[in-house]
């Protein structure tokens, strides 16, 4: 079973925020915090990672609580090819990529 | 750096058929990863290889899948007797890190849309 749960579906307007949640209570103090997204048709491309502090790359930035028990990945300026699925996953370097169902972003116009 | 390849991408075939899909990760990576993606699911892992051993492999039907990564590059992915319930994307993904490493990203390739008719 998936480490992770995430609601089903969002939806955000072009050029605003998307902030996608992730409930992890069960985190390991090993375990890294990835997120991933999915385009139709094609495999998951990796977004960012984090341990205990918020991240920031060119994609997205990650916020992890202070308990490390959940987090949000924020894309601040949504485009519609930012439309995709978006996983959240918890692992140890090197261990397998447990995916639960993802949410599924919907960027409107 | 060159992505992770597969092929074929497409592969129609009727049950009970065999069928084998093919992978080539980044190069120099140890890890190699086989996932199964059902339509409207999340990638589920079949096997796992760090260089040409068999890390994890508890979610791979056995009597019917059977993979090997020779050399601990390539690696490929088997089906025989394929069933309708088989029908899926086959993912493969590698990282250069191994067990016990701090972190490693994995990369995904394209995928192998199978269906069995």
């Known amino acids: 079973d998936a480490k992770t749960t995430q609601p089903p579906s969002m939806d955000c307007a072009e050029g605003r925020a998307a902030n996608l949640p992730c409930n992890h209570s069960t985190i390991s103090g090993n375990e890294y915090v990835y997120w991933y997204r999915q385009i139709h048709s094609q495999g998951p491309q990796y977004i960012i990672h984090g341990l205990k502090n918020n991240e920031t790359n060119e994609m997205a930035s990650l916020i992890i609580t202070e308990d490390r028990k959940s987090s949000t990945l924020i894309l601040p300026h949504a485009t519609l090819r930012d439309t995709a699925v978006y996983y959240c996953i918890v692992r140890v370097g090197g261990s397998k990529s447990t995916f639960g169902d993802g949410t599924t972003l919907t960027v409107k116009p | 750096e060159a992505g992770v390849a597969q092929s074929p991408r497409y592969k129609i075939i009727e049950k009970r058929q065999s069928v084998a899909f093919w992978c080539n990760p980044i190069?120099?990576?140890?890890?190699l990863y086989w996932y199964q993606q059902i339509l409207g699911q999340g990638p589920k892992l079949l096997i796992q290889f760090q260089n040409n051993g068999v890390v994890d492999d508890s979610q791979l039907p056995k009597d019917r899948f059977s993979a090997e990564r020779l050399k601990g590059v390539d690696s490929t992915l088997k089906i025989q007797p394929a069933k309708l319930e088989d029908s899926a994307v086959y993912l493969c993904?590698?990282?250069?890190?191994?067990?016990?490493?701090?972190?490693?990203?994995?990369?995904f390739g394209p995928g192998t849309r199978l269906t069995v008719l």
């Open positions: 190069s120099g990576h140890a890890t």
């Open positions: 993904a590698s990282s250069s890190g191994t067990s016990g490493s701090s972190y490693n990203e994995q990369f």
